[in-house]
């Protein structure tokens, strides 16, 4: 078994400039930019480069410049180190990042997977539009005391754990109104800070139902194959070797819990011992360290 695997960062890694020495130097990724425009009907090479920030944090916008930028620099990657993506053996990708690990892995071609996810990101954009929603960071709390903090802040309205990053970092997600009631609540708890997030809306909750039925269609579009490179899921942090069933859980994942920490606990588990994280940032690299302090993380950005 391969003791490497690859990680792929998620919404919110985005930063103007990012891939723009990549496209520069690299026939490969440049590639990559110019179909990825064709697709989508816009210059996102100039998005990328340029922005304006505000743009470029946008759902509808940053996840397929995300997608597109981590593939960039898996083909630098590529390029570089041909032998260390080929004793790759298990990939994961946070939230949005997961389409780049499918790809990655054979699961869906790089044209499919954008289609899929210019579409989600435009659902999800909808789906945040209609309710005031958001999501805060609560460090230092464990999960039953983030539950308590949950069900004492909603007060009717949605409010739930979104994301189980590592240890003492987990991520909030409702409405609006829920999220600032939990902010005070969470320093009364004993949280260390209660962070609200720039994003649009509340993703991995119920307030974006909506958003499945349009992507279920676009996963309906695509055809899916069985993955060549064992791939660790969001939903329940676990490995599938099933096209079916990941295209179903692809669906699943907008509207239920992101579950990180368990599946870097699997890829632990299995014997993995060197991490690669390809695409912009650094944050998966920081929650693999406060899950194992030891283990190595290269970080290409």
């Not at 425009?37 to 480069?49: H, M, S, T, V």
């Not at 990042?97 to 989600?120: H, P």
């Not at 859980?249 to 606990?265: F, G, I, N, Y």
């Amino acid at each position: 078994m391969s003791k490497t695997a690859f990680l792929f960062p998620g919404q919110g890694a985005q930063t103007v400039g990012m891939g723009q020495a990549l496209h520069a130097s690299l026939p490969e990724a440049r590639r990559l930019y110019d179909r990825a425009g064709e697709i989508l009907g816009y210059d996102l090479a100039k998005l990328c480069f340029e922005g304006p920030q505000e743009k470029l944090d946008s759902t509808v916008f940053s996840q397929p410049a995300l997608f597109v930028t981590s593939l960039a620099v898996l083909e630098s990657l590529r390029a570089e180190q041909p032998e260390v993506v080929e004793a790759c053996g298990r990939t994961a990708g946070l939230s949005l990042g997961e389409y780049t690990a499918l790809v990655f892995s054979g699961v869906l071609s790089f044209e499919d997977a954008l289609r899929i996810v210019q579409k989600r990101g435009e659902a999800m954009q909808e789906a945040a539009d209609a309710t005031p929603s958001g999501m805060v960071s609560i460090l230092g709390l464990e999960p039953e005391q983030v539950e308590q903090l949950c069900v004492q802040a909603a007060e009717g309205d949605v409010l739930r754990a979104a994301n189980f990053l590592c240890p003492g970092n987990i991520v909030i997600s409702g409405n609006r109104d829920a999220c600032e009631r939990a902010v005070p609540l969470a320093l009364e708890m004993g949280a260390m800070k209660a962070i609200p997030l720039a994003v649009a809306g509340a993703f991995h909750t119920s307030l974006m139902d909506s958003a499945v039925p349009p992507l279920t269609e676009a996963l309906q579009k695509a055809a899916f194959q069985s993955p060549r490179i064992v791939v660790v899921l969001n939903v329940d942090g676990a490995y599938h070797d099933d096209a079916a069933t990941i295209q179903s859980m692809l669906a699943r994942q907008v509207v239920e819990p992101v579950r990180w920490e368990t599946s870097m606990r699997a890829l632990l588990e299995d014997g993995v011992t060197e991490f690669y994280e390809v695409g912009p940032g650094r944050v998966l690299r920081g929650l693999l360290r406060r899950i194992d302090r030891k283990m190595t993380c290269h970080t290409l950005a």
